[in-house]
C-alpha cells in the first residue's frame, strides 16, 4: 500500500524558516517524480514544485521559488520542503504528492500538514 | 498560467440524481487535465486523467470528457459518498495548475 506521511509543521513566525518531511512506503521511491501542493484555508489548492525520481532536477512555480526548496534522500524514502522567509500567506495545509506519470497528475497524497504562519 | 475556472461553485442534487461539472482552460490544453475528489477533512484523489481515462478503484459512475478548452465531469446516480469537492488540473503547461472547485452539496 502506498503511503506518503508528512511531519514538520506547525505554528511559525513570520520571516522564519521552516522545512518540511515526507516519508514514502509502498513503492520504490526513487523510481517517482515527486511533488509538494499547498491548500488555503479558503481551499484554494497551489502547485509548489516537483523533483526529478533521482534529485537532479527541480522545477519550482514562480512565485514561490526564490523562498521554496524541494530535495530528496532516496536511501531514506524521504521528500523534503524547506521553506524560508515565511508569510502570512503561506498558512495552508502542504501535501506530498506523487506524479503517476511525470509532469502530470497526482496519483497518491499525503495525509497532509498543517503550517500556519502568526506572530 | 494557465487559468482553469470551474462551475458552478456548488451545485446543490439530490441523491440519486445525474450531475455535470464543468471546467474551462483558458487556452487550449488538449486533454491535458485530470479530476480529483476531496471529501471533507480528507486528502484529494485522483479520479480522471487525461480528461477521460478511468482510474482503477474509481467507482463506474465517474466518468469525463473534453478537450481543447471544455472538460466535464459527470456523476451518473450521484450517491451519498460522493457529496465532496471536485478540482479539475492541468499539466498542458509545466506550472501546474489547478480550478477552484465545485462543491456538490445535498439539496
Known amino acids: 500500500e502506498v503511503q506518503l506521511v508528512e511531519s514538520g509543521g506547525g505554528l511559525v513566525q513570520p520571516g522564519a524558516s521552516l522545512k518540511l518531511s515526507c516519508v514514502a512506503s509502498g513503492f520504490t521511491f526513487s523510481d517517482y517524480w515527486m511533488s509538494w501542493v499547498r491548500q488555503t484555508p479558503g481551499k484554494t489548492m497551489e502547485w509548489i514544485g516537483d523533483i526529478k525520481y533521482d534529485g537532479s532536477y527541480t522545477n519550482y512555480a514562480p512565485s514561490l521559488k526564490n523562498r521554496f526548496t524541494i530535495s530528496r534522500d532516496n536511501a531514506k524514502s524521504t521528500l523534503y520542503l524547506q521553506m524560508s522567509n515565511v508569510r502570512s500567506e503561506d498558512t495552508a495545509t502542504y501535501y506530498c504528492?506523487?506524479?503517476?506519470?511525470?509532469?502530470?497528475?497526482?496519483?497518491?497524497w499525503g495525509q497532509g500538514v498543517m503550517v500556519t504562519v502568526s506572530s | 498560467n494557465i487559468v482553469l475556472t470551474q462551475s458552478p461553485a456548488t451545485l446543490s442534487v439530490t441523491p440519486g440524481e445525474s450531475v455535470s461539472l464543468s471546467c474551462r482552460a483558458s487556452?487550449?490544453?488538449?486533454?491535458?487535465i485530470h479530476w480529483y475528489q476531496q471529501k471533507s477533512n480528507e486528502s484529494p484523489r485522483l479520479l480522471i486523467k487525461y480528461a477521460s481515462q478511468s482510474i482503477s478503484g474509481i467507482p463506474s459512475r465517474f466518468s469525463g470528457s473534453g478537450s481543447g478548452t471544455d472538460f466535464t465531469l459527470s456523476i451518473n446516480r450521484v450517491e451519498s459518498e460522493d457529496f465532496s469537492i471536485y478540482y479539475c488540473?492541468?499539466?498542458?503547461?509545466?506550472?501546474?495548475?489547478f480550478g477552484s472547485g465545485t462543491k456538490l452539496e445535498i439539496k
Open positions: 488540473q492541468q499539466s498542458y503547461s509545466s506550472l501546474f495548475t
Open positions: 487556452q487550449s490544453i488538449s486533454t491535458s
Open positions: 504528492t506523487r506524479e503517476g506519470t511525470r509532469g502530470v497528475f497526482f496519483d497518491y
